[in-house]
Nanobody, 123 residues
Framework: QVQLVESGGGLVQPGSSLRLSCATS????????VSWFRQAPGKEREFVAA???????DYADSVKGRFTISRDSAKNTVFLQMNNLKPEDTAVYYC?????????????????WGQGTQVTVSS
C-alpha cells in the first residue's frame, strides 16, 4: 500500500521559514521523481519543486531562490525547506511521486499523492 504523509505545515509570519517533510512507503522511492505542489483557495494545484532520482532539480519561478527540495533515500522521505515566506505562499502543500523518474510539472504525470499540509503566511 502506497502512502505519502506530509508534515511540518503551520501558521507563520512573512519572512519566516518552514520545513515540510513527506514520509513515503509502498513504492520504490529511490527510482522515483518526488515533487511538491500547492493549492491555494479557489486556485488550481500548481507545481512547486521536483527532484529526480538523479538529484536533478526543477523549481517554479515563484519559489526559486527561496525554497529547496531534498530527499533522504535511506528514510524514503522528501523535504521542502521554505525560507523568506510570503503571504502568497499560503496554500495546502502536497508531495507527489512519479515513476519512472523524470521531470514533470503537471499533476496528471504523478502516480501517488499525499493528503496535504496547510501552510499559512500571515502577520
Amino acid at each position: 500500500q502506497v502512502q505519502l504523509v506530509e508534515s511540518g505545515g503551520g501558521l507563520v509570519q512573512p519572512g519566516s521559514s518552514l520545513r515540510l517533510s513527506c514520509a513515503t512507503s509502498g513504492f520504490t522511492f529511490r527510482s522515483a521523481t518526488v515533487s511538491w505542489f500547492r493549492q491555494a483557495p479557489g486556485k488550481e494545484r500548481e507545481f512547486v519543486a521536483a527532484m529526480t532520482k538523479f538529484a536533478n532539480l526543477d523549481y517554479a519561478d515563484s519559489v526559486k531562490g527561496r525554497f529547496t527540495i531534498s530527499r533522504d533515500s535511506a528514510k524514503n522521505t522528501v523535504f521542502l525547506q521554505m525560507n523568506n515566506l510570503k503571504p502568497e505562499d499560503t496554500a495546502v502543500y502536497y508531495c507527489a511521486a512519479k515513476l519512472p523518474s523524470g521531470f514533470g510539472r503537471s499533476t496528471d504525470q504523478y502516480d501517488y499523492w499525499g493528503q496535504g499540509t496547510q501552510v499559512t503566511v500571515s502577520s
